[in-house]
């Protein structure tokens, strides 16, 4: 498992990564290359009405870059997941799409309040949403889930009081 | 480049003014202004014909097959669309228009009505067979099939894999009037009535069918300017003409959808291509999974809103609701079409996808190009007005990259430089 800052300052943190993906996710981590290209957006708090635009924007590039249909669509649900996660938990926060040529690395980092347990976060159905944002439609308590099973990589690190920062891997191939 | 693909809109050269009006439009953009006229990539276009409905100068038209071709065929049918009964005033009723098609020198002419309910039983049929895929989409409209291989192609294996209606009527006639007359099928001529040019290119080009049973297709505006001629003498034809109101609907958004759903099969209709487009990219994402059936439609209001019709959609559309209402109710029903259901004959090929959305072959050198279209795209100004006959300042850029346009191009930007 990749070594980084949170473990070093003791920050809660959640790592998964796919079986037969850790070599591949260990040098890329250490290697930390630059992106071919990056693409960047930023959302405000409960703003429903965006939330979607960015994930929608990075399958798109995905999609004219010529990436295969079924990864494009765990891209999407992945990115779209943890953008909407952004908007109901969180008070808004950044984006940032990095694109190489085997893989998309996505990052989100939230401006907080953070969460309390990560673990419990991970449980199918265990949610934190305030009634505004059920009411939307949203917090039933699978984003975090969701974003496990379409991603190759999901890292989380998270302190209660603080900013949240979620990071996905996908690979093309 | 070879033109591979047969178009039914046409450029009428001397008429285009070069005001890249159609170029804004086009949901596949296939259109450029380039020396000051419109070109078309035959590879992108879908023949929707919005370009038609845009241009104030008539320099994009839908060219169809003329009422005079009819007459190398020894057997003449006509099989109309449901929105024609839609076009006439309501003082010319619904089997008289019908009949002013015999007048017009058709031996028969059935209507896309005929079918629709069984096809309904079909396409109901197809979907609980095909339980693992959803949604399933409505192959009956040509412009979102061709949308759906050149803009989704990941979605193909959602099209409904049968012939639509008018189609399937093609194949069955055919069958029918050879066996029946005696006539080989060359001898035999099946003509479709239609409302837009994807059905004319449908007809002429239609993608994934085994075999094609249409001769030719007519406008309905061509029908109806020579129909209206021959009305005196269709209002006093005693002709016994059979109608199906039941299935008349077909051509205004929402009906066909609303006929499957038997309270088990959840359905969605969407009209309007940019709607169309919107929908399909929430079908990509899989966020729409939890419908069985979607019928889209390239016009506002479904075929009524096709540019090859005459009256205005919404008027068609109240038109064909109180025929509906109005006329008894009438069910075909014919053993033999059924059997040629079953025995697949109006099965469609697996659709090939036309991807127009890939920079390049591989996603290495994809990433070059859109790299020097980022780069490009900084330097211009943004305002998409397409001055330079590319549809935005994006697409100028990829056209810059593919050699197909020059920085020059730019209006605004040569204006600054002409001001310092």
Known sequence: MPVCEAVKFSMPEYWYIREGYEERTNSFFDKKPEPELIKEYSLGEHDFVNAGNASGDIKLSLKRLGVAPEVLRRVAIAAYEAEINMTAHAKGGDISGNIYAELIHIEFLDHGPGMKDIEQAMIPGYSTATELVREMGFGAGLGLPNIKKNADVLHIESEEGGQTFVEILIYFE | ?420
Not at chain 2, 123 to 139: V, W
Not at chain 2, 317 to 323: D, N
């Open chain 2, 1 to 420: 480049m070879k033109n591979e693909f047969f178009h039914a809109i046409k450029i009428v050269w001397e008429n285009c003014t070069g005001c890249t009006r159609c170029v804004r439009v086009c949901p596949t953009q296939a259109l450029r202004v380039r020396n000051g006229k419109v070109q078309l990539d035959s590879r992108r276009c879908i023949d929707c014909g919005k370009c038609v409905t845009t241009c104030p100068y008539k320099a994009l038209r839908t060219t169809a097959d003329n009422l005079d071709s009819i007459k190398k065929f020894k057997f003449k049918m006509a099989i109309i669309s449901t929105t024609y009964a839609g076009q006439f005033a309501e003082n010319i009723d619904y089997p008289t228009a019908k009949r002013a098609l015999f007048e017009l020198g058709f031996d028969d002419v059935a209507s896309e009505a005929m079918v629709t309910e069984m096809m309904s039983r079909m396409i109901r049929d197809y979907i609980n067979e095909h339980k693992d895929t959803r949604p399933i989409i409505s192959s009956h409209c040509p412009a979102i099939v061709r949308l759906i291989q050149v803009r989704f192609s990941s979605l193909l294996p959602n099209i409904l894999h049968i012939e639509a209606p008018m189609s399937v009527l093609a194949l069955y006639f055919k069958d029918k009037i050879c066996r029946e007359k005696n006539l080989s099928e060359d001898e035999v001529g099946i003509f479709m009535i239609v409302p837009c040019p994807a059905q004319v290119t449908a007809v002429h080009q239609p993608e994934g069918t085994y075999k094609n049973a249409q001769d030719g297709a007519i406008s309905i505006q061509e029908i109806y300017q020579q129909a209206m001629c021959k009305m005196k003498e269709a209002s006093e034809s005693d002709r016994e003409i059979e109608i199906y109101p039941g299935g008349l609907s077909w051509a205004i958004s929402g009906s066909q959808a609303d006929e499957i759903d038997d309270g088990n099969i959840r359905t969605l209709a969407v009209s309007g291509i940019n709607n169309v487009i919107k929908i399909l990219h929430k079908m990509e994402n899989h966020q729409l999974d939890h419908y069985d059936f979607v019928v889209m439609h390239s016009c506002i209001n479904g075929c009524v809103g096709g540019v090859l019709n005459v009256e205005n959609p919404f008027i068609a559309s109240s038109r064909i609701k109180r025929l509906l209402r109005t006329a008894k109710h009438k069910n075909f029903k014919d053993k033999y079409f059924y059997d040629m259901f079953l025995k697949g004959k109006f099965d469609v090929k697996p659709l090939e996808p036309r991807s127009i959305m890939h920079l390049d072959d591989t996603i290495k050198s994809a990433i070059q190009k859109m790299k020097q279209i980022q780069l490009i795209s900084q330097k211009l100004p943004g305002l998409d007005c397409s001055a330079c006959g590319s549809p935005s300042c994006e697409v100028l850029a990829e056209d810059i990259v593919d050699g197909k346009a020059t920085i020059a191009d730019c209006v605004v930007l040569l204006r600054e430089k002409q001001k310092k």
